[in-house]
């Protein structure tokens, strides 16, 4: 499996969305390739969905 992740906000620090991270799946032998965006607490190291308000999140 090979997996990217982009995160807008790291090149344009006054990027609309902060958190917001992009997986990008290119190659999976089993499965389906594409794209999910989570979201990145850079506190705790922690990706989680981006509908999941986890504690310690600043996001509403």
Do not use: C, W
Not at 8 to 25: C, F, L
Not at 48 to 57: E, K, V
């Amino acid at each position: 499996m090979v997996m990217f992740l982009f995160r807008e906000e790291y090149y344009d620090p006054a990027h609309s969305r902060p958190g917001e991270t992009e997986v990008i799946v290119r190659k999976h032998r089993n499965g389906e390739l594409g794209t999910v965006i989570l979201r990145f607490d850079q506190k705790t190291l922690l990706f989680a969905p981006l509908d999941q308000q986890a504690p310690g999140y600043p996001y509403s």
